[in-house]
Structure formats: C-alpha cells, structure tokens
C-alpha cells in the first residue's frame, strides 16, 4: 500500500472520529437546554439521595373519587321517573344511581305548593301563579348527601351548607319560587351562594350566584328562583378578615350491654346545620348508634390547624384500647365539610371481684377537643356516661293510625269554613300553621293564598296527619267548634260500622263527648 493511501485512510478515520465526538457533545449541549433537571438528577442521584424532591402530595379533596360507570339512558329515565314521582308529603331517603338522596316530590297548578324535607331546615315554596291556569308541574326538591357533587374548594373557602337540588332541572316559572335552606358561617355577610346549572347526574359546574337573588340571614339562605337547578352556599371572606364557622359535636354509641367486653364511641364534626345531623344519624343506623346527649357547638376558624381530640379521663374499670389517647383530624375535611368522624375504643378491664363488676357497669368519659395550637385560648369539653341499667332497646313501636292523604270533603269544607276568617287574638288558620311548624315568612306566603285555611288543610294532608290528631290540635287550640265538627264525623262514621241495635247507646255516648268539648 502506498503512503498516499495510508494518509487518506487516517484522515477518513480522524473524520469519522470527529463527527462521533461533536454528535454527542451536541446531544449533551441539547439534553442540558431541554431536560436540565433529569440532568442534575441523574448525576446528584449517585452523590447522595437527600436532595431529590419527591413530588407533592394532592390535598385530600383533591383525591380522585371511584368512577362510576356511566348510567345508560334508561337508567337516567328510571332515576327521574323515580325522583318526579309524589311522595304525599312523606320525605325519603334512599340510595339512587349510588347517590344518598333525601327528596320530596309533588304535583302543584295555578294555586302553587309547598315542599319540605323534614328535620334539614329545607323548603320550596311554588306560589299562585306561577303555573299557568289549566296545567299541572311535577316538582321535586333533593338534599344531595354525595360530597363528590359539592364544589371544588380552596383552602380560603368553606361548605357551610347543603347542596340542594330543584327539579326537573331547567323547569322555569311565570313567578319566581323561594328555596330556603340552612348555613352555619358566623357572619352572613361572608356566605355566598353557588349554582350549577346543571343536572343531578351531569358533571357539576358551580358558579356564584347574583346577589340580587339570593338572601342570606342569620342561619338562613333564601334563593329568588327563576328556574330549577343546584344550589350550595360557600363561605369566602374578604382579604384580611378571619373566616368562621360553626361546628356541631355529636357523640354517637352503641349500646352498653351486660357483660360486654368492647364499648366504641364516635364523635362527628359536623357543619351546625340540621341536614349534616340527620346525615349522622343516618350514617350510625346500620351500626347501631344512637345520639348520646345534645350536640354541642364549636367555633372552627379557618386560619388554624387540625382539629385534636383528646381522651382526658375514663372511669375506673375501664381501659382505652386505642395506642394514643390523641386523634386529629385534617382541617380541610371538616372546613370543606366533609362530616369526618373519629372513634375510640374501650374495654373493661379483667376483675372477677363484685366491686369492679358493679364499677364496670358504667363507663363515664372526658374528652378535650380544641384547633391545634389554641389549646390554651379556646377548648370545648366533651362529656360521655352509659350505663347497663339504661334501656337501651329498641324503643316500643308507637301504634299510629293508618295514613289520611285526605280529608272527607265534607269534613274538609266546614274546616276551611271556620278556620277561614281572620280572628282577632289569632286563634284562626295561622295558629295551625304555627302548630305545624311554619315560620313567619311561609305564614305570610299562605295568606297570598285564595284560601289560606284550605292551603294549610292541605299542608296538614300532605303530612299524613290523621284526624285523632288533627282533632288534638284543635283541642290544644281551644277551637271547640272544630274539635266537635271532626268528633261529630268520627262519630257518625263510627255508628256506621256498629250493629243498629247498639246506635242508640252509641249517639249518647258522642253527644257526652262533644258536651264536654
């Protein structure tokens, strides 16, 4: 081979060399423009673990919930078919398309209507004309107990109520209809309302709501309704101002049975509203649980920290089985009202002498509950005692008579004719309506009414009430003339199944009975 090409073979080669070397010093120059934190990973890794940073945590709220599969449209159709249907006034709770609903449903025309859910503090009043003469709505009210259909939260804002569905969704009115439902944010002026208008099994899309249309007094929203939605109230302070809420403390338990070696207790924190207590109550059913005592009320800030739990004093006789006396709970779940509960566990002690038997026969607790770092300012003290003497059965069945969806018509009109006129001391259809448990804002909106004393006649119907209550009512209201017009019918209705040869007797005994009304 000739010195030529030898020379050439070494340059070829210096060249290939050349290119391979700039290749990778690129690709290295690259990676560094583009990737420079894989870079200083990758080499940091091999001098010490400490410096990398693992990736942040997802607030609690922010967890993805377990998806569903998607309801097919028959599904959807049952699930509203099954909301719309009327409950004669009766409130239900049951679990559809794997949402906890409580709901009411009803048919109401040109005369409006109203919907309550009882023991929640919610109400829908419909009234005159917003229906047009000749037609019939279907309506239906939902107290949505799936905290997935809540809003999205920050850290700054709280839940400080329900969320509340009106449906069908998108049913608009000639009138606007006044929903109502309870808060518990300290001051009012700091709670806003949220809408979405959206269905109830659509992706939520909470926005706030106007003011103009939504009220907000001391323990209540009240919502102007153009048409049906969800509705939510949330708690947003302004800058600089401390948010505030109340709490309710509910202590729940089983029973205390002779001989029995475990004894759980549970405490709730939960929004001071009446739908986040019947929840509870709810929710301790299956378990046997029962309310020990009155609730008792928290002032929760939004500023602080975790809520602490402490076990302060067991009875003697009785040990905590639990490893820590202390249990927190996170801020955010009872600040976005998440209704967290937490539990403790005891057990007696193994004594065979009769004075440990008789002192385990009651156990009495002592609990501390205070936001961390305020022990020292602002601490609530929780109280708990059972006992084996306590009847801790299950309460007798109270014998109630059948269901009476409506009055006879005869009956039903000379009611509505003596309850009708306005009475001086108010001794008339609006001291009925205070005994069925209406406010002064639903008093003023029955005497919109073409007849007040039939609209609170049929609120009495709706309710189920029977007439031997109705009749005790009217009693306790010293109308007479009422009392004896219902005992004259009960009493005529009476004669009607008896054998006739006892009729006489039977007319003596009603008249005996109406002379000492």
Known sequence: MCPYENSLQSSQFLLLVGVLAASALLLVQCLRWHCPHWLVGTFQKSDGEEDSVPPP????????SIQCPPATLPEMAAFYQELSTPTQGQTVIRQLMHKLLVFSAREVDHRG????????GISLLIPPGAVAVGRQERVFLVLVWD?????????????????????PHGTS??????????????QPSHARTYSSNTNLLDVKAWRPLGRPGAHTSRDECSIHLSHFSLYTCVLEAPARR??????????????????????????????????????????????GGRLRGPCQLFDFTGSRGDQCLKLQYISEGWENVDDSSCQLVPHLHIWHGKCPFRSFCFRRKANETEDCLAQTSEIIVTMHTFQDGLETKYMEIL???????????APPPVSQPPPCNRLPPELFEQLQMLLEPNSITGNDWRRLASHLGLCGMKIRFLSCQRSPAAAILELFQEQNGSLQELHYLMTSMERLDCASAIQNYLTGKQNASLVPAR???VDNEGLELDEKL
């Open 57 to 64: 945590t997802p607030l609690p709220e922010n967890e993805p």
């Open 113 to 120: 209507g109203c919907l309550m859910l009882q023991d929640t």
């Open 147 to 167: 905290l997935s259909d809540a809003p999205s939260l920050s850290r700054s804002q709280a839940l400080v109520s329900p969320v509340v569905a009106c449906g």
């Open 173 to 186: 009115f000639l009138k606007p209809c006044i929903l109502t439902f309870k808060h518990c944010a300290q």
């Open 242 to 287: 401390e948010a505030r809420k109340w709490l309710q403390l509910a202590v729940f338990c089983s029973p205390l049975a002779p001989g029995q070696s475990h004894l759980q207790l549970r405490v709730y924190f939960l929004n001071n509203t009446p739908c986040a207590l019947r929840w509870a109550v709810t929710n301790e059913q299956p378990h």
């Open 383 to 393: 109280r708990f005692q059972a006992s084996e003497e306590e009847s801790w059965a």
């Open 503 to 505: 009729g006489p007797a």
